[in-house]
């Protein structure tokens, strides 16, 4: 009878959430994309892999404590942080979080920032904004213009849910869309025990 009753109202939640959250278009990768990637435990060790001394750029940073880590692991020349910071007490704690200098910080959205810089100008990007299919497709599809061509185009959240397990993320959808139609390769993938993975792109 509870398991009953537990299936009732799972099924009208999970209506109303497909309701809310559509499915968004499923492109499904080719060997081509895939063949080079490896497996790293966390995306900490992804930081460890990438470049040192690149000219780089965070795309959603809130209270810059991955922003740290990027700062330590990689050494950048120039590290430049986008986030629209609506909240002032988080821009505030970034800014102590982080210490750089006054150019470092942009408070625009991604695809603005993106849009204002020249071509092939970045070593590499990651990408951890608001996660939607749509704004997603259109950081990848900036980010390839402005990333040097044997840069990184790189993200996290790479996964189907939320964290609070609510919301429908369109990552997963955008990222590999964008591999299929602009030839871009994985060359890493995280494995967080959360499913909150980081990818690393080349292009191909
Ligand atoms: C998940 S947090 C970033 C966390 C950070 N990268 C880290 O790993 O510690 C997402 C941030 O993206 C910002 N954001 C959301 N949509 C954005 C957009 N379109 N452009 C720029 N920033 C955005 C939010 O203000 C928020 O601070």
């Given at each position: 009878m509870v398991n009953?009753?537990?299936?009732?109202?799972?099924?009208?939640?999970?209506?109303?959430?497909?309701?809310?959250?559509?499915?968004?278009?499923?492109?499904?990768?080719?060997?081509k994309n895939l063949k080079n990637c490896k497996v790293l435990a966390h995306r900490f060790d992804l930081l460890d892999k990438l470049p040192k001394n690149g000219v780089?750029?965070?795309?959603?940073?809130?209270?810059?404590?991955?922003?740290?880590?990027?700062?330590?692991?990689?050494?950048?020349?120039e590290l430049y942080l986008i986030d629209t910071w609506p909240n002032k007490s988080i821009?505030?704690?970034?800014?102590?979080?982080?210490?750089l200098g006054e150019r470092s910080y942009i408070q625009k959205t991604s695809i603005e920032y993106l849009n204002s810089?020249?071509?092939?100008?970045?070593?590499?990007?990651?990408?951890?904004?608001?996660?939607?299919?749509?704004?997603?497709?259109?950081?990848?599809?900036?980010?390839?213009?402005?990333?040097?061509?044997?840069?990184f185009i790189c993200g996290h959240d790479y996964t189907s849910i939320s964290y609070g397990g609510l919301k429908r993320y369109g990552v997963v959808e955008a990222v590999n869309e964008f591999c299929v139609a602009y030839s871009?390769?994985?060359?890493?993938?995280?494995?967080?025990?959360?499913?909150?993975?980081?990818?690393?792109?080349?292009?191909?």
């Amino acid at each position: 009878m509870v398991n009953q009753l537990k299936k009732v109202i799972f099924k009208g939640f999970e209506a109303l959430w497909s309701r809310w959250y559509p499915k968004h278009p499923e492109v499904s990768l080719q060997d081509k994309n895939l063949k080079n990637c490896k497996v790293l435990a966390h995306r900490f060790d992804l930081l460890d892999k990438l470049p040192k001394n690149g000219v780089v750029a965070e795309l959603g940073v809130e209270y810059g404590l991955f922003s740290k880590e990027i700062l330590q692991r990689c050494e950048p020349y120039e590290l430049y942080l986008i986030d629209t910071w609506p909240n002032k007490s988080i821009h505030e704690e970034c800014l102590k979080n982080t210490s750089l200098g006054e150019r470092s910080y942009i408070q625009k959205t991604s695809i603005e920032y993106l849009n204002s810089l020249e071509e092939n100008v970045l070593d590499w990007i990651y990408i951890d904004t608001d996660h939607t299919y749509g704004t997603t497709k259109a950081e990848l599809e900036a980010a390839a213009k402005v990333v040097k061509p044997n840069g990184f185009i790189c993200g996290h959240d790479y996964t189907s849910i939320s964290y609070g397990g609510l919301k429908r993320y369109g990552v997963v959808e955008a990222v590999n869309e964008f591999c299929v139609a602009y030839s871009y390769e994985f060359i890493y993938l995280t494995s967080e025990t959360t499913r909150h993975i980081s990818f690393a792109l080349r292009k191909i």
